[in-house]
């Protein structure tokens, strides 16, 4: 349990949380979770809830399926919101459910998933058994990109081992790396903080930011690291992996996230100092 074990978590009971049913092809096995209190919810043979098993399972605002609860979570409202704006790619907030709430409306492949008090209202609890994938969307296929996340690891990743935050093969990533340094990357550069900048059971707000010249990474609001960048081609299709690593067009590969995960936004476009800031809500001036 580590430093998780003085926090509340909460745990969702369906394979695909607040999320709209992906094509069946695509959907990742989880072992069925047996809730005794949870008849009202209907449960079917294979642990899913009636709402779960629907042909369209679209996101609501509320956790759309019964859930166990082993101690309360945050009460205090987020302050971080996803706009409806169509620069906005991705947003994740993880308030009781993996709803995107960007005008992209992408379909999660889910397994595992649990959600614990955060930085911002609820944050996701992310273990080893974690997977969160995104089925393709050209909505993420971007030259010009700006990453948002609030994390804090449980432990540092192993030595010749990663921890990934948001993985988007040949196109975004971002790991954390055994040494405490932070990793960003487009399709053809890599930028890293310091070693020891993000120790275990520290909250850090992360900006990768991706220009037409330049990939440049922020911690707290503070610019820490830049590369120049030149033009580079991007694969045709693209998929994003949550708490992990994607390494193929449909699976989710090692290197996850132990940890919480807070206010995952994606942009299609390079955030100004000033909004990098407030999304790290504690910048300095």
């Not at 960048?229 to 590969?253: E, K, W, Y």
Request: aromatic letters at 4%.
């Amino acid at each position: 349990m580590g430093n998780f074990g003085i926090q509340s978590r909460l745990l969702v009971l369906v394979a695909l949380a607040a999320c709209r049913a992906p094509n069946p092809a695509y959907h990742l096995a989880m072992d069925p979770i047996v809730d005794a209190g949870a008849t009202d919810a209907g449960a079917t043979a294979d642990g899913r809830t009636d709402a779960a098993a629907s042909t369209d399972n679209r996101a609501t605002d509320a956790p759309s399926a019964t859930a166990a609860m082993d101690g309360p979570v945050a009460a205090v409202p987020p302050i971080v919101k996803c706009p409806a704006d169509p620069n906005l790619a991705a947003c994740f907030r993880f308030e009781g459910n993996l709803k995107d709430e960007s005008m992209s409306d992408l379909v999660c492949q889910v397994s595992n998933l649990a959600f614990e008090a955060g930085k911002d209202g609820q944050a996701l609890h992310a273990t080893e058994q974690t997977r969160i994938g995104l089925t393709q969307s050209t909505s993420l296929l971007l030259q010009r990109f700006t990453i948002e996340v609030w994390f804090r690891p449980s432990a540092l990743p192993a030595p010749g081992v990663r921890s990934g935050l948001v993985d988007n093969q040949g196109v975004f990533g971002m790991f954390l790396m055994p040494d405490g340094s932070v990793v960003c990357t487009s399709s053809n550069q890599i930028v890293t903080t310091a070693p020891g900048a993000t120790p275990a059971g520290t909250w850090a707000s992360l900006a990768c930011v991706s220009g037409d010249a330049t990939l440049a990474l922020w911690r707290d609001g503070v610019l820490v690291a830049s590369a120049a960048q030149s033009t580079r081609a991007l694969p045709r299709t693209s998929g994003m992996v949550i708490a992990g690593n994607r390494i193929d067009a449909f699976m989710m590969g090692p290197d996850p996230l132990v940890g919480a995960m807070d206010n995952l936004r994606i942009w299609k476009t390079v955030r100004t100092p000033a909004e990098i800031c407030a999304a790290a809500l504690n910048c300095p001036p």
